[in-house]
């Protein structure tokens, strides 16, 4: 099992950057496939960007693709989501997720075995 915190949401003006982490805690870090979903409010949950356990692959939703990037640092156990040249459009909670699937579909939520809480992010226009 694995407990997962999230950091670094808050308010910021369109165009601007922002940088959320993932702490996560108990079992070994590197047996987990880690992603970022998020919500919007009135909306479903959503992916937005996954990793490998070893950090050599990665994947983005469409709608991020350019402006956000994915790290994992497996002696620390976190996973960071950098979000650049952000929109009014990404406002939502953020919620990092982890996977013991062996053969993940990234973009299902129900492939992710642990949440965290979620961090919200706001853009404002």
């Known amino acids: 099992q694995v407990q997962l915190v999230e950091s670094g949401g808050g308010l910021v003006q369109a165009g601007g950057s922002l940088r959320l982490a993932c702490a996560a805690s108990?079992?070994?870090?590197?047996?987990?496939?880690m992603g970022w979903f998020r919500q919007a409010p009135g909306k479903e949950r959503e992916f937005v960007s996954g990793?490998?356990?070893?950090?050599?692959?990665?994947y983005y939703a469409d709608s991020v693709k350019g402006r956000f990037a994915i790290y994992r640092d497996n002696t620390k156990d976190t996973v960071s989501l950098q979000m650049n040249s952000l929109k009014p459009e990404d406002t939502a909670v953020y919620y990092c997720?982890?996977?013991?699937?062996?053969?993940?579909?990234?973009?299902?939520?129900?492939?992710?075995?642990?949440w965290g809480q979620g961090t919200k992010v706001t853009v404002s226009s």
């Open positions: 997720a982890a996977s013991t699937s062996s053969a993940i579909s990234w973009d299902r939520r129900d492939e992710y075995d642990y």
């Open positions: 108990g079992r070994s870090f590197s047996t987990y496939v």
């Open positions: 990793i490998s356990r070893s950090g050599d692959r990665t």
